[in-house]
């Protein structure tokens, strides 16, 4: 069978390693979910999630296409238990509550179309 990047099949579950789980696709197929990629948020052992001989639903992330391994992901049909940047809203730097914003860029922009004028004609010369 064909497998192409995005795609969502059916699997057996043939080995489980510290790193993740061995995912027969057919029976010449056969592809990896990293511990990564099983759900959202942290996992600490493989064996909380999956056991072998589970039949797993999985979408294809990625096809090396030399050595043919194939990168498996269940926590892409999975929905987001939160939106990976809500907690970062009280951080400073983001710019949220300093007030800053773009407001020091429009500031700077004029100076620096000047200073790309002038460098623009020393490269004309």
């Known amino acids: 069978m064909c497998y192409k990047i995005g795609d969502i099949v059916e699997g ?4 489980i390693q510290k790193y993740g789980a061995f995912v027969a696709l057919d029976d010449h197929t056969q592809g990896l979910i990293h511990i990564s990629e ?4 942290y996992v600490k052992n493989v ?6 001989h589970d039949t797993v639903r999985v979408m294809i992330m990625d096809i090396d296409e030399y050595s043919k391994k194939i990168s ?3 926590r892409a049909l999975q ?7 809500a907690q970062r809203k ?5 710019g949220r509550r300093s007030g800053i914003g773009f407001k020091s860029i429009a500031e700077r922009l004029e100076d620096w179309r000047k200073e790309a004028m002038v460098f623009f004609e020393r490269k004309r010369k």
Do not use: W
């Open 79 to 85: 929905p987001a238990t939160s939106h990976p940047f």
């Open 12 to 15: 057996k579950v043939t080995g």
């Open 72 to 74: 498996l992901s269940m």
């Open 90 to 94: 009280n951080i400073k730097r983001y």
């Open 47 to 52: 064996y909380d999630i999956l056991a072998i």
């Open 38 to 41: 099983l759900k959202h948020g």
